[in-house]
């Protein structure tokens, strides 16, 4: 191997993510070649300035704060009618006014349904407005 | 496969806030300390770690373990690292926002350590000079210790590529210190 293939793997040596019949190859040109073996004592002695840099820590109460901002997350979506159990109530709701509606009978003093005589297009249509409205009103 | 980090995210995702404070005690440094080094500023690199942990509490439901959960959660900081290089680019704000002495004044150092915290700034400055991806490659091999095919999974390219980019960032690295070691 000469040694611009070399340099060209050398990188991936020091790694230890070469086959190992490249890795040989290499070993036993780096046994002969100064300059190679130079260069490779350069890429390690990189890889321990970059291994040395001051490290930073995050402060004390992080994960407690983190923590705490996730539960505000998720009681806000508790308490929201489009989060899980909001959105569940919602459905439910939709399923009950859709049997009373099948149910309910139909009296010209009442003012829900005379005007839904197509039904069904146009009463689940009007459902849905009762639900999104008791979601709004929320 | 990282089972006590795959039973954790499984119960995050069940809304379990134990699991995920000890998630984030597990991460949180070695996070920091990426992020860190990528940006270059150690305000934005805690707001991007904490970034990073919303966004894993938030898709820990969907999260499918092909790969690992530390591979997965720094793959979520390199995106949002990415993301603010993009912003900051856009604010032509990169240099300005660059914060290089904001550890130790030097004047408070002997001859030789001045030294070595000169050379370390210059370590810092010149890793953010880096083209993006090589920057990222070579810090999760260097100081995160991870293998081509992690780095490969998380900065979705080839494993020759990472090969190539961490040949490359190390090269361009050393002729920068051999410059800096001339002066």
Known sequence: MRCQEVESKISAFMDDELDSGVRQTIEIHLDSCGGCLEQLEGLRKLDGLLQKLPRVHVAPEFA????????????AIEKSPFGRLGFLNGLLTLAHDFFDLLERPKSPSTNTLDEFNDFPPLSMGYIYCRLLKQCGGE | MDDSGLQLIRAI???????????????????????????????????????????????????????????????????????????????????????????????????????????????????????????????????????????????????????????????????????????
């Open chain 1, 64 to 75: 407690e704060k983190l923590a705490l901002e996730v539960r505000t997350e998720a009681a």
């Open chain 2, 13 to 183: 995702g069940k809304g379990d806030h134990v699991a995920f404070e000890h998630l984030v005690k597990r991460y949180q440094n070695p996070l920091l300390n990426f992020v860190y080094r990528y940006v270059g500023n150690r305000q934005t690199a805690e707001d991007l770690t904490q970034e990073v942990f919303l966004q894993v509490y938030r898709s820990a439901a969907r999260f499918e373990p092909k790969a690992r959960v530390s591979t997965w959660i720094f793959k979520i900081a390199y995106n949002l690292c990415m993301n603010e290089m993009k912003r900051r680019k856009r604010l032509a704000a990169h240099e300005r926002n660059m914060q290089m002495a904001e550890e130790q004044p030097a004047q408070f150092l002997s001859p030789d350590s001045i030294e070595r915290f000169e050379l370390k700034q210059f370590m810092i400055k010149t890793l953010v000079q880096l083209p993006e991806k090589q920057r990222a490659a070579l810090l999760l091999r260097v100081t995160k210790g991870l293998s081509y095919q992690e780095i490969s999974d998380i900065l979705g390219v080839s494993r020759p590529s990472v090969e190539s980019l961490l040949f490359r960032a190390r090269k361009q690295l050393r002729q920068l210190l051999a410059r800096y070691e001339m002066e």
